[in-house]
């Protein structure tokens, strides 16, 4: 019956990301950690994101778009080795509670104050640097790093659009690469996460088709509000099983 779960979990996943942009990583975690354990969901989810990040990356017609994120490496390339290490000696039901808790701020902040367009940060290569880094260390620990550089991208969201979206999902893209490929060295990929991974990536595909064929009959602003409602759902069990 688990691996149900699973697949209507990534199919869902799939669907969100193709309607409404919404990060793969934030639904599928919300949602396995209620029955698998961290040191598991956390690689799979990796992986799944990297598929799909992988693939918005490869639609990208952006020129620019590497010499955009590139200032952001220099913090990743440290902050994604420490979060590596570090999620070897976090205890697991913490680590849960603290992802639970990013959930219910990050619903309600999508829910209720997203409209606020304001500009938390001035971009320079210090700043870059920091975000990198932050960035880095949240998507090695909990796969979540979307929010962070998307908040940092939005100061000239009104300039270019397109730019700030293909910078946001080639640079989850590398930052993917990097994070797994972390995993694979701690020993976390392992023969149980393989064997989850041929209904892991259909699902994902399907959702994915599945939410481009319905992209023009549904409205993707009243689902995306309905998934946040739904993580915001998922955070609130997890934080009270584990509090």
Same mark, same amino acid.
């Given at each position: 019956m688990e691996i149900f779960y699973i697949i209507a979990i990534f199919i869902l996943s799939g669907l969100a990301l193709e309607l409404t942009g919404f990060g793969v990583a934030t639904v599928s975690m919300s949602l396995l950690l209620l029955f698998l354990d961290p040191l598991l969901t956390i690689p799979l989810v990796a992986i799944a994101a990297?598929?799909?990040t992988g693939f918005l990356a490869w639609r990208i017609k952006e020129k620019k778009?590497? @010499?955009?994120?590139k200032p952001? $490496?220099?913090?990743?390339? /440290?902050?994604v080795p420490l979060g590596i290490i570090m999620l070897s000696h976090i205890n697991h039901d913490l680590l849960k509670l603290s992802i639970a808790i990013f959930f219910v701020i990050y619903s309600i902040y999508g829910l209720f104050f997203s409209k606020f367009k304001t500009t938390l940060f001035n971009k320079n290569k210090i700043t870059s640097a920091i975000i990198? #880094?932050?960035?880095? /260390? #949240?998507?090695?620990?909990?796969? !979540?790093?979307?929010p962070l550089v998307a908040l940092y991208e939005s100061s000239d969201i009104k300039k270019?659009?397109?730019?700030? @979206?293909?910078a946001i999902a080639t640079y989850m893209f590398f930052t993917g690469i990097l994070t797994v490929s972390g995993h694979l060295l701690a020993g976390r990929i392992t023969r149980e996460l393989i064997l989850l991974l041929p209904y892991v990536i259909p699902s994902l595909i399907l959702g994915i088709f599945t939410g481009h064929k319905? #992209?023009? @009959?549904i409205n993707g602003a009243a689902l995306k509000k309905i998934i946040?409602? /739904?993580v915001l759902f998922s955070g609130? !069990? !997890? $934080?009270?099983k584990y509090l």
């Open positions: 990297l598929v799909t778009t590497w @010499k955009r994120i952001l $490496f220099i913090g990743v390339i /440290f902050g990198g #880094f932050f960035a880095g /260390f #949240f998507n090695s620990t909990v796969n !979540i790093d979307g270019n659009t397109t730019g700030y @979206k293909d319905l #992209f023009s @009959k946040y409602y /739904f609130l !069990i !997890i $934080f009270i």
